[in-house]
């Protein structure tokens, strides 16, 4: 079974500060990872994916995210938040053969000027 | 076409009644997807398409919710005596590649805007 835990239901920063968003997982089987975005009232948007070919996975946007299997987590960031990062962000894990994705509960990524 | 397509994109309903979304997948997908997302919550599985086969559909909360694919193509979710609780956002998700012929977990979702049901 897979499960997957965002730390974290609220996250403001400021216009050129750095964004942390918290993901953790758990699979009992090697896990493909995602993470998706979503603006109001639009679908999600795929920002990146791990599938074990590099644990550093650089996104869309200037997002990227680091797979530590001792940890397991797959933390989103970004150096520099852009006021346009505002929305709602998906941490998700695949472990069927025919990819269905598991979601954590999400985290709204507010941005200040 | 170039995206997902769902339809209508908002739909009330009044309680009891019966009600229908559609999704289109992109072209050449395989693999169909529904999706639950109430308020506040992130997406939940429903149901999962292989062409016309319905392989999965171990998140259907209950039998009021029936999803087809009888072609292979475009997916019809029915919601039978609705209740309050099924007001969500029903999203529908396609990929290009299916369970068949190795590990596809990699497979990249790409989701359509969402069909936002509120019973009331």
């Known amino acids: 079974a897979q499960s997957v835990t965002q730390l974290g239901s609220h996250v403001s920063v400021s216009e050129g500060a750095l964004v942390l968003l918290r993901c953790n997982y758990s699979?009992?089987?090697?896990?493909?990872l995602f993470w998706y975005v979503q603006y109001p009232n639009q679908g999600l948007q795929l920002l990146l994916k791990y599938t074990s070919a590099a644990t550093l996975v650089k996104g869309i946007n200037g997002f990227e995210a680091e797979f530590k299997k001792s940890e397991t987590s797959f933390h989103l960031t970004k150096p520099s938040a852009h006021m346009s990062d505002a929305a709602e962000y998906f941490c998700?894990?695949?472990?069927?053969?025919?990819?269905?994705?598991?979601f954590g509960q999400g985290t709204i990524l507010t941005v200040h000027p | 076409g170039a995206g997902v397509s769902q339809s209508p994109r908002y739909k009330v309903a009044k309680r009891g009644q019966d009600v229908a979304l559609r999704c289109d997948p992109i072209?050449?997908?395989?693999?169909l997807f529904w999706y639950q997302q109430a308020l506040g919550q992130g997406p939940e599985f429903l149901t999962y398409?292989?062409?016309?086969?319905?392989?999965?559909k171990s998140g259907l909360p209950s039998d009021r919710f029936f999803a087809e694919r009888p072609e292979g193509s475009v997916s019809t979710l029915k919601i039978q005596r609705t209740q309050q609780e099924d007001s969500a956002v029903y999203l529908c998700?396609?990929?290009?590649?299916?369970?068949?012929?190795?590990?596809?977990?990699?497979?990249?979702?790409?989701f359509g805007a969402g069909s936002r049901l509120t019973v009331l």
């Open positions: 998700a894990v695949s472990g069927t053969s025919y990819g269905k994705l598991t």
């Open positions: 072209s050449g997908h395989v693999s």
């Open positions: 699979s009992s089987v090697p896990p493909y």
């Open positions: 998700a396609s990929s290009l590649g299916g369970a068949g012929g190795g590990y596809s977990g990699a497979n990249v979702l790409t």
């Open positions: 398409f292989q062409n016309e086969a319905q392989l999965d």
